[in-house]
């Protein structure tokens, strides 16, 4: 009998968010290591993505870590929201890129040092790698495309920081139902950015995201 797949067991409260997906790494630099999962989003799912100016406090950063520049609202709504409404138009985009930031409990500051995640093995399915509270990425270990990624809403924002006007465009045409967007599964790619354990020194978060 083949063996059934099960997923990895997280307390509700501690990551009320999940995505299932394909793992992937792309290597380490400057002591910073990039995980990913790619994954797809519902229309349901694009409220809980943020655009840089829906972030608390962003307004106040310096211009440096602004990674992503201005919502071009002229272009978003007559051009990129016509071009996904037009049903004689064949719709395909690359991955919206997204990454998750660590915020205070006021959720209004990100926080600047990348984490060091904790890796388990707690079975012999996954591997985890965890900043406690904040978010959890299970690799599936038999087959990637199987893995799992938890999050605290609370606690972190999911960023777009590449493909904003795109995402500005679907967020729009979400709002108040699907419409348009009935039966779409958007895709995306989701970045972990996390701190080499006795790498030494590294940058801050907003400027590696910038970076990338």
Known sequence: MPRVMKPPVTPKDDY??????????????CNVRAQYLLTTFLPEDLAHIKLISEIDG??????????????????????IV????????????NP??????????????ILRDLPILNKS???EE????????????????????FSLLEWNDLRVN???IDGQHRLSALKRMSVGGAGTLENWSIPVVIIILSKV????????????????
């Open 126 to 145: 996954y591997i985890e790698y965890e900043y406690e509270k904040f978010y959890k990425l299970s690799k599936y270990k038999r087959e990637s495309s």
């Open 82 to 93: 016509p071009y996904l409404e037009d049903q004689s138009k064949v719709k395909f985009f």
């Open 158 to 160: 999911m960023v777009a």
């Open 16 to 29: 009320p968010r999940k995505k299932s997906g394909s793992y992937g790494e792309l290597g380490s630099g």
């Open 121 to 123: 093995e707690t079975d």
């Open 58 to 79: 962003s307004e106040k950063w310096d211009v440096r870590d602004l990674f992503q520049r201005e919502i071009d609202t002229a272009r978003v709504e007559h051009s």
């Open 197 to 212: 354990a006795g790498g030494g020194q590294t940058p801050s978060i907003l400027d590696v995201v910038r970076n990338i």
């Open 96 to 109: 919206i890129t997204l990454t998750l930031l660590p915020t205070k409990r006021s959720a209004t500051k």
